[in-house]
């Protein structure tokens, strides 16, 4: 069953650690799932809204999130334990987050795709290993709705909820040494989107247009953790025609 609104899960007390001097992690579980997602995004907003003396910056993960600190700040000018003090902080904090039942309804980010060929080397590979056609594996991919979970790895670079499992396949062997920005690939049962040029592993199986980075940008990350995305398949002339917008 889903929390109900203005409790925290039960089942995974949140523990609290320190990371360096300036920083502590809130460990919510160690199991990717949507409740655990839910706690930590309602647990960042209610930071974001509620920032105690000295907060700077928090980062979402699958089952952590990591909050950093101005130690001085924390500790008001030196007279008490900074990690003590924000330890209490958040744990106040966490007596006060309400979480809901189901994540609030956004819209869904289409992501534009053209699959296979040179954009998606590995189609032909992820298809043979699953006992797929290419045309199958493309039709599982942009089925579902995705969750973005967080971002990481790289700016930009969202790791992704809700990948049918019969497209699960292994990282590659040997890495490549430049991964294409815009790249689609698969590793386990996760699929993602590399959102700069960067080595990588990953099953590549089509590229998109759209810029998941923009460094110039108000907001340099298309994707945030908590929104929903989806796959739609584009033909090569699309590609370059939506390349050409974007740049």
Partial sequence: MPPSPGKLPTNNPVQLYALGDSTI?????????????????????????????????QVPAFTTLTVYYNSWLASQAGRLDPYAEVASQLQELLNQVQVPADSAASPIVEIPVCYGGSFGPDLEWVARHTGLMPEQVIGLHTAPEYLV?????????PYLGGMDEQLAA?????????????????????????????????????????RLFTPEAASPSLLQAG??????????QEYYQLQEHES
């Fill in 227 to 236: 929104q929903r995305l989806r796959f739609v398949p584009i033909t090569e």
């Fill in 25 to 57: 992690v809130l460990q919510f579980g160690d199991a990717i799932s949507q409740e655990i997602h839910r706690t930590i995004q309602a647990v960042g907003a209610y930071l974001k809204e509620h920032p105690f003396p000295g907060f700077l910056e």
């Fill in 149 to 157: 979970y967080m971002i990481g790895f790289a700016p930009g670079f």
């Fill in 170 to 210: 292994p990282r590659k062997d040997q890495p490549r040494a430049e991964v294409p920005a815009g790249s689609v690939g698969i590793a386990g049962k996760q699929t993602g989107i590399y959102s700069l040029p960067t080595p990588g592993g990953w099953q590549l199986i089509g590229r998109t247009p759209r």
